[in-house]
């Protein structure tokens, strides 16, 4: 969206104020256009350069709501990574302006300082100052009123001799915010697939059996929500929690082993459960207002992935709204922990196992094969 001088709302009137006090914009003139633009989680811009003729040389970006890294090329290759912090604005000027490409990659978080930071919804509202007379910076290359040649650029950009430099550069720009890196940290490990995904399907009924009767504690605060609350157990096995206060709590849930999914809809078909990720939930923001999230998180195997899952809990819960998490702890009565991250075994009783037994070729033969008198 474009707006122009003599609709710029009042309500920016106090932050242009202040714009207009930087250095370099002072002596420029107020800006008189705006851009908005609105960005969610995973969307981007390919590399540009804003054209020189249309507007003076400062312009500024201002970032609303969430941060995101922007990345900066020079027509020499040289690469610049800026994280910009929500309510941060940034300054284009000289160089910068004219003859470094900015984009911001296609991803929904990004690395920065060794943490991940996970992207939302972000505004950016961009102020310049329209340009009355022809450009006449120093960078006639990528200067559109001084002949500017894109074919000569692509070919300035693509000599042999920076060829290494500019995977040198991509190099480091993977250890930054490397789309890969982060992806990887981001899914379920062997660890999660072998002994969670694989192990929870296997033991569905005899973990169900044994997962019949309510926390108390979760039982009560279920009882203390208020009427037409929209509760999620994310992690909900066999669905033990539904049906609590029912009167007043409309309940939906989700489970990543499809053999506890289907346990809790034979409870009651009218359970609204599915199957999901807790990774990744299929959910759009701020959708529920109270989380259940009961012995679920303690299962993922790195400090990344529990992260990643806190946070898509706080992302489908509406302001305000409320979460129960519970998880075990290191110190207990019944065994002791020497470490925080253990495996803890599942002794499968021999009747759960026939059900994952099957027999062996010969074994159906016999089975057709008359018994003698």
Not at 102 to 123: E, N, P
Not at 125 to 137: A, E, N, V, Y
Request: charged content about 30%.
């Amino acid at each position: 969206m474009c707006i122009r001088d003599r609709d710029l709302p009042d309500f920016l009137q106090a932050i242009l104020q202040r714009i207009h006090t930087l250095p370099g914009i002072k002596e420029q003139g107020p800006f008189d256009q705006l851009t908005v633009n609105d960005y969610y989680p995973g969307d981007g811009i390919p590399p540009h350069f804003d054209t020189h003729s249309p507007f003076e040389e400062f312009f500024v970006s201002l970032s609303i709501g969430s941060g995101v890294v922007m990345s900066f090329r020079s027509y020499q290759n040289e690469q610049k990574h800026l994280y910009l912090p929500r309510r941060s604005l940034v300054v284009f000027a000289g160089e910068a302006r004219y003859a470094w490409q900015h984009s911001i990659s296609q991803r929904k978080l990004d690395k920065v300082d060794g943490q991940l930071a996970f992207r939302r919804r972000r505004i950016s509202l961009t102020f310049r100052r329209i340009k009355k007379d022809p450009c006449k910076c120093p960078f006639p290359f990528y200067c559109d009123s001084q002949g500017y040649d894109p074919v000569l650029t692509k070919q300035l950009s693509d000599k042999p001799a920076k060829e290494k430099k500019i995977k040198e550069e991509e190099v480091k720009l993977d250890e930054f915010v490397g789309e890969g890196q982060v992806e990887d940290e981001l899914k379920p490990g062997e660890l999660e697939k072998k002994y969670v995904y694989e192990i929870y399907d296997k033991i569905a009924p005899h973990f169900s059996h044994t997962r019949y009767k309510p926390w108390p504690k979760v039982e009560g605060f279920i009882n203390s929500l208020e009427k037409g609350t929209v509760l999620a157990d994310l992690g909900c096995g066999n669905g033990k929690y539904f049906g609590i206060n029912s009167e007043n709590v409309y309940a939906i849930g989700s489970d990543r082993s499809i053999g506890l999914i289907e346990l809790a809809k034979e409870k009651d078909s009218n359970n609204q459960v599915f199957a999901a990720d807790s990774l990744r939930l299929p959910m759009r923001d701020e959708c529920v207002d109270v989380i259940l999230s009961i012995a679920v998180v303690h299962h993922f195997s790195t400090r990344a992935l529990r992260i990643q899952a806190l946070r898509e809990l706080n992302r489908i819960l509406r302001v305000g709204g409320k979460i129960f998490i519970q998880v075990w702890a290191l110190e207990q009565d019944e065994r002791k922990f020497e470490h925080q991250d253990v495996f803890v075994p599942w002794h499968l009783q021999y009747k759960y196992c026939l059900l994952y037994t099957s027999p062996s070729p010969r074994d159906r033969q016999k089975s057709r094969m008359p018994s003698s008198a």
